[in-house]
């Protein structure tokens, strides 16, 4: 493909996002511990492991001032849920700390 062609195949697939965001059904990725319910809207993840989890990360942020910190006292605490792996890890990854 050519240059120009990239150049219409993404100015096309932008504007189907814009039309789609100006309509309101445009859905992004949300971050952990938010979750689409079936109409369409954000709500607080209905896994009360993540609830937890994701309380738990704010309040050692609030605590340790830092997301580097509050990550490795939840790695050294050993949370041993899925959940709160997951969010210490997209927590982690959102900081470019991992």
Known sequence: MSEAELHVLRARMLGGYMAKARRGELQLRLPVGFVYDAAGKV????????QDAVRTLFATFRRTGSA????????????????????????AIWCGTS
């Open 43 to 50: 709500q607080f993840d209905p896994d009360r492991q993540v």
């Open 68 to 91: 580097g910190a509050a990550a490795r006292t939840l790695f050294e605490q050993a949370c041993a849920s899925r959940a709160a792996h997951r969010t210490v890890r997209a927590w």
